[in-house]
């Protein structure tokens, strides 16, 4: 359990600690990551050390808040905390796994099956904001897709694209049929899927009156499918995801980078 600083009610700095549900080690390793680029980049004196600009992030990624709340927690202007964060969140975003690595990866792994599946990550938008707005969520936001083991673990995530943009064309958008077949693997996706080869995706049957042989075959893939709810459920244990209100298009390096530190979190646990 990590302490930050929290600015008490009028106060001009933040004296109070307040719990932040991450370990040690993952602490130690954003801190790492931070230490080598500015290293790499022949960095001179910051006002926030490795550690600290390693802190600011995580609690800005887990809890949400607004960064000139955090900024005055940590004796720093809202513009240096967005600086900082925006660099560690792009250090750890690079570091996230391709679609490629995440197939080969479950390949090799003998794996009969991977999980897809889509979400809705909710931004700050006016109705008017069309192109962002999702019909099926009656919300604006940012289309993200991902795909897991049987298991139900992240193994890759895909890019932001606008809301408006159904779960079958963002899976031709990211060429995962095409890829699904290059790595000779099937995936397992819920109805919004239907449309896409049902050889290389494979969807539960629709409609009522079904014979009992397909909604056996419904149970089954409910059944083989359903771990992959953790995929999504491991990401929105991180508050940023509540409503994010940064620019639409820092949705992606976010997303990549969440990835990223659930990893070291399942490393150290």
């Not at 139900?152 to 606008?162: C, E, F, H």
């Not at 949705?251 to 070291?264: E, G």
Request: proline share 5%.
């Amino acid at each position: 359990m990590l302490l930050l600083p929290e600015r008490p009610p009028g106060a001009p700095v933040a004296v109070q600690p307040a719990a932040l549900p991450l370990s040690t080690a993952t602490l130690n390793q954003v801190a790492q990551l931070i230490r080598t680029h500015r290293k790499t980049i022949g960095s001179r004196w910051r006002a926030l050390d490795p550690g600290t600009q390693a802190l600011l992030t995580l609690a800005y990624l887990r809890k949400g808040e607004a960064l000139r709340d955090l900024a005055a927690g940590f004796g720093i202007s809202a513009a240096t905390a967005w600086r900082r964060t925006r660099e560690t969140i792009s250090l750890l975003a690079a570091r996230a796994p391709g679609i490629r690595d995440a197939l080969q990866h479950a390949k090799r792994t003998g794996a009969a099956f991977v999980i897809l599946d889509g979400a809705l990550i909710h931004i700050d938008r006016n109705q008017i904001d069309q192109p962002y707005y999702s019909g099926k969520h009656k919300r604006h936001g940012m289309n993200i897709q991902a795909i897991g083991d049987a298991r139900g673990n992240l193994l890759w995530i895909s890019g932001a694209i606008r809301g408006s943009i159904h779960d079958t064309k963002a899976a031709r958008i990211w060429q995962i049929p095409r890829l699904l077949a290059e790595h000779g693997l099937l995936a397992l996706g819920d109805k919004g899927y239907d449309g896409l080869d049902h050889n290389l995706v494979v969807t539960p049957f629709k409609g009522k009156g079904k014979p009992e042989w397909q909604k056996e075959y419904n149970r089954l893939h409910a059944r083989l499918r359903g771990p992959g709810e953790r995929m999504f459920a491991q990401l929105k244990t991180w508050a940023i995801f509540d409503q994010v209100r940064c620019d639409p298009d820092q949705i992606t390096q976010v997303a990549k980078a969440v990835q990223v530190l659930n990893d070291y979190e399942h490393r150290s646990s």
